[in-house]
């Protein structure tokens, strides 16, 4: 078996549940985390420096890896884990995501909210059939074709534990009628992805040796913000035989409709599979997501805090955000946060990163997104331990409404 999941309890006031994911490369501890490598590194940091505050898992992107350097580069030098240093379990997404959001011209931005946009191609980069899409290069404008099966071919030479379904994202004003058409597309491909995976196990018929033959496959579920679409598609992908499933696609404009949308999802899936909420990494949407039976995170967020000079801290009031440059910290001794005890808040006070970024020195954004990355993995592990021990709902409260 490339995977097993462990189920080890429940909480009594929530879906939230404590898990064990086993892997080829080691076991993860459930709900996680995973700080994303988008290109074979976590941003400014070192695979020992994440090991060291608490990474069990990362997740590196396979749009970017095919792009550059390419795939079967990284398989001639053993995979992914090998070529980058990080000893413990990888996760790729498909590439999916990147090829509708760059090559439409912002659909990643239009999630957000800051720009409208029709889901057709806006910028002539893409063509997108029922059988493939055509894209180019963000790089050097070459032209590339993705199929689902080369999509699971360039991710088996990655080499990643899991890697995932190539999928469409429509944006998250589609509407029903053409969410519906995309949903049918999207289900054909990832019923080819796993037909396409199944026959390469092992990694027979690939044109290079595949570092990991012990990969497992999630699903993704899709649907938008309709009820009935999301049932429909979680009820087809969990009954395709998928290792994991992803709740993915869009996920509405704002933070209420994301929940509606997980809350309308979770009810369809199978309990003994592990279940990713893709790019999301919050601290409020980490802890609403454990509680509504979530097992996986993942998100680009702190380090792109973190080079912005915003630090994570426990404030709600706040939104938990604190804004380094500010006047007000040129002054402060004391860490960034008195909860952390990343490296960061051990040894450097709010008055010296806030110097850094003032002076435009690169350590500051080092720093910062070093201890944005610990305080997301310190969350999730005082998560594990609330579960543990039957104190979830007294964490949730103390976080969220304190």
Not at 133 to 154: A, L, N
Not at 267 to 289: A, F, K, M, T
Request: glycine share 12%; net charge negative.
């Amino acid at each position: 078996m490339p995977l097993s999941f462990q189920i080890l309890g429940h909480d009594e006031g929530s879906s939230a549940r404590l898990g064990r994911l086993a892997t080829a490369h080691g076991v993860v501890e459930t709900p996680v985390f995973m700080p994303v490598g988008t290109r074979g590194t976590v941003k400014s940091l070192t695979p020992e420096e994440l090991a060291e505050h608490g990474a069990q898992i990362i997740l590196g992107n396979t749009y970017h890896l095919y792009l550059q350097p390419g795939h079967e580069l990284i398989a001639r030098h053993g995979g992914l884990h090998r070529f980058m240093g990080w000893d413990g379990p990888i996760l790729t997404d498909s590439g999916g995501f990147q090829v509708f959001s760059l090559v439409y011209g912002g659909i990643a931005d239009e999630i957000k909210g800051r720009r409208p946009a029709h889901p057709q191609n806006q910028q002539g980069m893409v063509t997108v059939t029922d059988e493939a899409v055509v894209f180019k290069s963000y790089i050097d404008g070459s032209r590339h074709v993705f199929t689902p099966e080369r999509s699971i071919e360039v991710q088996k030479g990655i080499g990643a534990d899991v890697i995932l379904c190539f999928d469409e994202l429509p944006p998250f004003h589609a509407g029903q009628e053409y969410t519906a058409k995309s949903l049918v597309r999207t289900h054909a491909w990832e019923a080819r992805c796993l037909a396409f995976h199944r026959r390469t196990l092992g990694g027979e018929g690939l044109s290079f040796t595949a570092p990991n033959s012990d990969q497992a496959l999630f699903g993704i579920v899709h649907g938008g913000v309709w009820p009935e679409l999301r049932r429909e598609s979680a009820e087809y992908i969990s009954g395709l035989g998928f290792d994991g499933v992803c709740i993915g696609g869009s996920l509405g404009g704002d933070k209420a409709q994301m929940r509606e949308v997980v809350d309308m999802t979770v009810p369809h899936l199978p309990d003994g599979l592990p279940r990713h909420l893709l790019g999301i990494g919050d601290v409020d949407d980490l802890i609403e997501g454990v509680a509504r039976g979530i097992d996986m995170f993942d998100c680009v967020s702190p380090t792109r805090l973190g080079r912005h000079g915003t630090a994570l801290v426990r404030e709600p009031a706040k939104r938990f955000k604190l804004n380094v440059a500010n006047a007000a910290n040129r002054e402060h001794t004391g860490p960034l946060d008195a909860w952390c005890e990343c490296y960061t808040c051990r040894r450097y006070s709010r008055a010296y990163i806030h110097h850094l970024f003032k002076a435009e020195e690169l350590l500051g954004i080092r720093l910062v997104s070093l201890h944005n990355v610990a305080f997301l993995l310190q969350l999730m592990r005082e998560i594990q331990r609330s579960l543990a021990e039957g104190r979830f709902g007294e964490l949730r409260r103390e976080w969220l409404h304190s």
